[in-house]
């Protein structure tokens, strides 16, 4: 399930609410971007619990999500569409300080949805939620970028990152790693985690803090830990 905010993103949560959603600032969707959303689902039995989240395909055969998702799983994980089909999937790339992970799904016959560097206030979220198998497409609106603190998902190394708040859906279980989708179809960010007060905040990775590892992951495919329990 998403991760609790950062620190530095709590503090900052009791003093500023985050945009506020209203019928004048929902732009209406025109994007496609629903079909290349999947959801994935696995084992991780040293953790003793089962994987599920979302995922977005960013490249040929290449998707990405938060790395708390897949962290300890087992291999391989499964990708699931929303037509029903099913692929094996490795991790290729795997960060748990920034919360990034990439899979290789062999065969996948998705398109891959650009990253726009450029926010949106008005954006989209499309995810799996928990026990989903089509996915769900919520309006949300998306605040200015800002720099956050972390210490990854093993609480071990003090970290800066690039961060949205949004506001719109309720932020539960399977929707890490949902991308905010532009109203054509690009990825703005992607959401890690939910706030702990208000269940219609939510916080994304922004396209520039996803760059680094989606340049890293578009070509690889040699199998990577996932490490220990998240």
Known sequence: MPRQ??????????????????GESVQPYAGEADRSVVRVI????????DVAGTGFVYAR???????????????PLRVSL????????EVVLFDPLTDIA?????????????????????????????????PSDQPA???????AESRGIYDNQLVEFDS??????????????????????????????ADTDHEDKGYALTTRQLSAAAKTGRHATAPVSTEGCA
């Open 164 to 193: 949205y708040i949004f506001r719109g859906p309720r932020v539960g279980r399977g929707m890490s790693g949902a991308p905010l989708v532009s109203r054509d179809g690009r990825v703005l960010g992607m959401v890690f985690a």
């Open 61 to 75: 055969e290449r998707v990405m999500l938060t790395a708390h998702t897949v962290a300890g799983a087992d291999r």
């Open 141 to 147: 609106i998306v605040g200015d970028r800002q720099r």
């Open 82 to 89: 929303a037509d029903g089909q099913g692929f094996d999937a």
């Open 102 to 134: 990439v899979l290789w799904v062999k065969g996948l016959p998705l398109p891959p949805m650009p990253l726009q560097a450029k926010r949106e206030a008005s954006a989209r979220v499309v995810s799996y939620e928990e026990g989903g198998t089509t």
């Open 5 to 22: 905010p950062p620190a530095s993103q709590k503090s900052a949560a009791a003093s500023e609410e985050g945009p506020v959603l209203s």
């Open 42 to 49: 696995g084992t991780a039995r040293a953790c003793e619990r």
